[in-house]
């Protein structure tokens, strides 16, 4: 048995060492060939569009102006290399990154276990769930929801919240599953807001809009960087949420990995809990030796990356942010405090009051869609990424379930319901809280 200081650099936190194999060839694809073989830009985007794009956002340019939208541009611009770079190691080694960072000392144990706790801390709140119980709400009643509608508004989210569980259970690749959901999100959602902002936004916003990028303000003909009386809380949150961020991005690399981009292909994937079929997922990794033919082979997967990351996440996260962005303050006064869980519905109402009910229907359907994705893609990361840190980093689990490779045994699945269920149960706390502090304000 290997010693730490005998092991070589990967095993010295107490995984296992990087075995070897060969670099799988990549797919070469032409013409709509590419949508079979981009995927993990297209769920992170779908997963960005509801939480930054669609609530930080809104609140944030409707108090303070379009100019601060290249605070936008600069985060997802910074994402994007991030992104890049996090898959760059799973195509290298078929690891998830956060295998990764579980490599450094003292231990994968302690590292497993602090990452596991600083991502549930991060996404294991139903807040998107809860924005959308506000659209739907409005979808139906034409109104938005009042301190009265608490109990309607509490259980319309937690059947949200049900839903989202109950499509994660069924599936023969969760990977693939999480894919033409969003697909159908970025090519309707983003298509809707663009034929929107096309038929009411003037094209002064339009410019604005395009300027604000450049933190060019219109309105006053000069750089306006960061507005007077900025609330700094706010802007630090819209750079955060602007793209993904956080522990999200992080997630890039797992879903690459069930994509089998790469050495992702020796490590095996992560089947649905109902309809999976039995696949051997490895909890450490592979490396190739870089020769001639694995570096041509390398570049085939790189410029596949690149498109997942530059063509499909960048320019749809930049679309996402803008096109709501000239939505809300075409039809939202300047200096509206927008808060709680009626910003979705709030740009339908306005909408509504201006054109007429049908135009507020279909913008408040897009609003509820678009947060239920969110909520639906942010548990399956959530649920997916503990899951496998835990078992990835603590000897002391995988031999209590079973062995030391990760196989689709129901032992496995018994983990990652386990941890569905428990965030179920958190959810359901987490949507009574308002109601009992202010009464069920819901705008």
Not at 187 to 192: K, R
Request: proline content about 5%; glycine content about 14%.
């Amino acid at each position: 048995m290997k010693t730490h200081s005998s092991a070589p650099p990967e095993a010295k936190s107490g995984l296992d060492a990087w075995g070897r194999a060969e670099l799988p060839v990549p797919p070469t694809p032409t013409g709509f060939g590419w949508l079979g073989v981009v995927g993990p830009g297209i769920i992170v985007l779908g997963a960005s569009i509801g939480s930054g794009e669609f609530l930080l956002g809104p609140a944030a340019f409707v108090r303070h102006g379009l100019s601060i939208l290249w605070v936008t541009l600069v985060a997802i611009i910074l994402q994007t290399i991030f992104n890049l770079e996090l898959m760059r190691y799973t195509l290298a080694t078929g690891e998830p990154v956060f295998t990764g960072f579980m490599r450094t000392r003292p231990s994968s144990t302690l590292w497993a276990w602090v990452y596991a706790i600083l991502y549930f801390l991060q996404v294991g709140w139903p807040a998107w769930a809860g924005t959308a119980a506000g659209a739907i709400f409005f979808l139906f009643e034409k109104r938005i929801a009042t301190a009265g509608d608490a109990s309607v508004v509490y259980g319309i989210g937690i059947a949200t919240f049900l839903a989202c569980v109950a499509i994660l259970l069924v599936g023969r690749r969760i990977e693939r599953t999480l894919e033409v959901l969003n697909w159908i999100l970025v090519i309707v959602g983003l298509g809707s807001f663009l034929a929107l902002a096309l038929l009411f936004v003037p094209s002064a916003t339009w410019f604005g809009g395009i300027a604000g990028l450049a933190g060019f303000s219109v309105e006053r003909g000069a750089f306006y960087f960061l507005p007077e009386s900025a609330n700094f809380f706010l802007l630090g949150a819209l750079v955060a949420y602007s793209g993904a961020g956080g522990a999200t991005n992080l997630t890039l690399s797992n879903w690459a990995r069930d994509k089998g981009y790469g050495m992702g292909q020796r490590t095996g994937y992560i089947p649905a809990a109902i309809g999976g079929q039995k696949v051997n997922l490895a909890h450490t990794g592979f490396t190739f030796t870089p020769d001639e033919s694995s570096m041509e082979r390398w570049r085939g997967w790189w410029r596949i990356v690149r498109a997942d990351q530059v063509g499909i996440f960048f320019c749809g996260a930049v679309l996402g942010m803008t096109l709501p962005a000239l939505l809300y303050v075409t039809f939202l006064p300047r200096g509206t405090e927008l808060q709680g869980l009626g910003i979705a519905a709030a740009l339908a109402n306005s909408i509504g009051q201006r054109v007429g009910p049908f135009t507020a229907g279909v913008v408040a359907f897009l609003g509820a869609w678009v947060l239920f994705k969110t909520q639906l893609d942010n548990l399956e990361a959530m649920t997916r990424s503990i899951t496998d840190i835990l078992w990835t980093g603590s000897h002391r689990i995988r031999a209590w379930r079973g062995g030391g490779c990760w196989c689709w045994r129901p032992q496995l699945r018994s983990w990652r319901l386990t941890v569905a269920c428990w965030s179920t149960g958190w959810s359901s706390r987490c949507f009574s809280w308002p109601w009992r502090r202010d009464g069920g304000g819901c705008s």
